[in-house]
């Protein structure tokens, strides 16, 4: 490999508002066609735009997380163009004065190893609207309609310098760039709905040369897989283009999911000119150092400090660690549970990962608001600590709460569960177990340590999962041996 890519991504974040970012109107998605709208995001005139307090709360909160100066001073511009899905034929943005630049986001590109993505600039701006398309019995276009529901949800654009290498570079910085978002709370992040849209844009060039390459922009990538293939796809094309003694034209390229490859959309010479002018009808942006504080103030513990944290109070490997803290909800439940505990928290670890994250995983469900409460948990891990239950039992039991919403204490008494502990009754098994398995035992006494295995696995089988394990194990031993 000669050549090396380099990288930057454009991203769309829909801010989960109440309301459009400069009018009253309802953001909720599905509602019916055109019936979330009102003469200010129609565009009508005389209306006038007033800026929403919240949108600007959430993006001065973004900027901050990903390490953004905040500037005091910023201002509202039209971004001139003509489309359907855009009443005003216009879009407020913001151009040469954004909210705020000169962040960095932190991607772990290989187990210890970290590498900052610099961020060039975060802006807040509308979204437009949407066209719906109908097409014909013969897949050819017929109707197309227009539903301006979403036509001035706030968006912000968080635009990263050229720092990225690789596509994978580019899937991580997008997922730990979704991580702080949905910790923060301020979007759903949902590729595939739109509400986290990425645009990317990548040349390649020597390795070792500073100047960068000629850059296309790829569009239309709603997953993070899509988003790796396209990079991958287009990485390797212009690399065989420049081979090949020709140059890479600066273009729009589309991804397509089928072929899993970019296809021209447009050139440079069809790009647009904007005619970025500022908004008269919006007054300029001006943010004191007091809303600043309050909302550094107000912001959560992000991923970063959370994992370091994590290891240093709760001793866990960096496994559990990730996945504990992948999810701000799953952290929550883990500490919750933890301090009712008490116990060895790498257990209690084990498990939240190994058990209860299956049946959430599965039913993609709300850990927090699930029947396994972090307080019937705990009972559960009790009853096995005391010898009550064993560890075979309290898995059944895990799933028949979270299933049920009943009390651990009553489902073990209900079914007959309490451990056997119980040593003539264990003896009794034992030796039902070796008079089965006569061949077994007599392999045990030659040395065969496996035996006992073996030997243990027909007592818990005769008590039904029952039987304390460590008393089986010791009766067993002391009886072979005998
Ligand atoms: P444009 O004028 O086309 O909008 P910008 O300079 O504003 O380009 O950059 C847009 C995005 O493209 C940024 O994320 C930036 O990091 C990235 N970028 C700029 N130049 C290159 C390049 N030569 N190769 C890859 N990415 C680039
Ligand atoms: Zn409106
Ligand atoms: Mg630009």
Redesign the pocket.
């Given at each position: 490999m000669d050549y090396e890519a380099?990288?930057?991504?454009?991203v769309h974040v829909q801010l989960k508002t109440e309301t459009k970012l400069f009018c009253n109107c309802s953001t909720k998605f599905g509602a019916e066609p055109n019936t979330q709208t009102c003469p200010v995001c129609l565009g009508l005139p005389g209306s006038l735009p007033v800026l929403n307090k919240r949108a600007l709360e959430f993006a001065i909160k973004v900027a901050v997380a990903l390490n953004c100066k905040i500037n005091k001073y910023s201002k509202f511009d039209r971004k001139n163009y003509f489309y359907p899905d855009l009443p005003k034929n216009y879009q407020i943005s913001q151009y040469d004065r954004p909210l705020s630049s000169n962040g960095y986001l932190e991607i772990e590109v290989e187990e210890g190893t970290k590498k900052r993505i610099g961020i060039?600039r975060i802006h807040m701006e509308e979204d437009a609207g949407k066209l719906v398309h109908s097409i014909d019995d013969l897949q050819k276009a017929k109707e197309s309609y227009v539903d301006y529901n979403r036509t001035g949800t706030p968006l912000i654009e968080i635009?990263?310098?050229?720092d990225i290498r690789t596509a994978q570079q580019a899937s991580l910085y997008l997922k730990t760039l979704r991580q702080i978002l949905m910790y923060l709370d301020v979007s759903d992040c949902n590729m595939e709905e739109g509400s986290l849209r990425c645009d990317a844009?990548?040349?390649v060039r020597k390795i070792g040369e500073e100047k960068?390459?000629?850059?296309t922009?790829l569009k239309n990538m709603n997953s993070f897989k899509f988003v790796e293939k396209a990079l991958e796809y287009e990485i390797d094309r212009q690399i065989k283009v420049i081979k090949r003694g020709e140059k890479v034209i600066q273009e729009t390229r589309l991804f397509d999911p089928q072929s899993s490859k970019t296809i021209p959309m447009r050139t440079k010479e069809e790009a647009h000119d904007y005619r970025y002018f500022p908004d008269p009808d919006l007054v300029p942006l001006v943010i004191s150092e007091n809303m600043i504080e309050a909302i550094i103030s107000s912001l959560p513990e992000l991923p970063k400090r959370k994992k370091e944290r994590f290891k240093t109070e709760f001793g866990l490997n960096d496994y559990d660690i990730k996945i504990l803290t992948s999810d701000r909800n799953i952290a929550d439940y883990f500490e919750n549970t933890a301090k009712l505990y008490r116990g060895d928290p790498k257990k209690l670890a084990n498990w939240i990962i190994s058990e209860l994250l299956f049946f959430i995983n599965r039913d993609n469900a709300d850990i927090n608001k699930c029947n396994l409460t972090p307080e019937r948990l705990v009972q559960i891990l009790r009853l096995i600590d005391e010898d009550k239950i064993s560890g075979k039992i309290g898995k059944e039991v895990v799933k028949e709460v979270y299933e049920t919403g009943k009390e651990p204490e009553e489902i073990v008494k209900e079914r007959g569960l309490v451990q056997i502990t119980d040593v003539a009754e264990i003896e009794r098994l034992i030796e039902e177990a070796i008079k089965e398995n006569q061949e077994t035992a007599f392999d045990f006494k030659k040395g065969k340590d496996k035996a006992l295995g073996f030997l243990v696995g027909v007592v818990m089988k005769k008590s039904k999962g029952k039987a304390n394990p460590r008393l089986v194990n010791e009766i067993l031993v002391k009886k072979l041996k005998a």
């Open positions: 380099v990288i930057g991504l454009e060039t635009v990263s310098e050229p844009n990548v040349s960068f390459g000629t850059k922009e």
